[in-house]
């Protein structure tokens, strides 16, 4: 069966430090990777999702960046956080068959200070 | 661009009674429809899914939901909450094969 991991649990940062959040998925090839950002009341931003290995769609501009280097595996990155970059980050994956869902892991807790 | 709307933000109800939140999307193609759950400490999970066929579907834990095309809609619902369906819900739209955007939530408190 299919597992998805992320860490860390919870990170509390400085302002203008770098960031680096990871995701990896296990018990299947070539998903579709996504990251969300969740905010009280906002519900889940899409910020990045990959079809492919070196292959990311930016949805939203902002100071963050992402990297899929392998296959099974996402990247969240920052080269400097901001105060406004605190929230509770999501990692998702999920397949190109439009009637499948998107299966979430536990997330990231950031707290940028 | 493709939007879900989620217009009720909190809702408190007691045990027992019926429970109706809204949903409405913008997007004019084929569409694939989502409810995910969130309860307290735990991760996201799929409640229920639209993608063809018969427009009323049945999930978990007795919920349903009624896709309207009509209505650019899909409301989901249970006749009795219980204590433990406290959570918060999300709506979602799946409008290519790569992306889902999803709905702002909506937070359900379940008075015992």
């Known amino acids: 069966s299919q597992t998805i991991h992320q860490w860390p649990a919870t990170l509390v940062q400085p302002v203008g430090s770098p960031l680096s959040l990871e995701c990896t998925v296990e018990?299947?090839?070539?998903?579709?990777l996504y990251w969300y950002r969740q905010a009280a009341g906002r519900g889940l931003q899409l910020l990045f999702y990959?079809?492919?290995?070196?292959?990311i769609s930016s949805e939203v501009p902002q100071n963050l960046s992402a990297s899929r280097p392998q296959d099974r595996q996402f990247i969240l990155s920052s080269k400097k956080l901001l105060l406004s970059d605190s929230g509770f980050y999501l990692c998702?994956?999920?397949?190109?068959?439009?009637?499948?869902?998107?299966?979430f892991g536990p997330g990231t807790r950031l707290t940028v200070l | 661009a493709q939007s879900v709307s989620q217009h009720n933000h909190h809702v408190i109800l007691s045990e027992a009674a019926s429970l109706e939140l809204g949903c409405n999307y913008s997007?004019?193609?084929?569409?694939?429809l989502f409810w995910y759950v969130q309860y307290p400490g735990q991760h996201l999970q799929l409640l229920l899914k639209?993608?063809?066929?018969?427009?009323l579907v049945k999930g978990i834990k007795g919920f349903e939901a009624e896709f309207i095309k009509s209505k650019f809609s899909f409301n989901l619902r249970k006749p009795s909450v219980q204590w433990s369906d406290t959570a918060e819900y999300f709506c979602?739209?799946?409008?290519?094969?790569?992306?889902?955007?999803f709905g702002s939530g909506t937070r359900l408190s379940i008075r015992p």
């Open positions: 998702a994956w999920g397949t190109s068959n439009r009637n499948n869902e998107q299966f």
């Open positions: 018990g299947t090839s070539n998903p579709n």
């Open positions: 990959s079809v492919g290995i070196g292959q």
């Open positions: 997007y004019g193609g084929t569409v694939n």
């Open positions: 639209y993608f063809s066929g018969d427009p």
């Open positions: 979602a739209v799946r409008s290519s094969a790569s992306k889902i955007i």
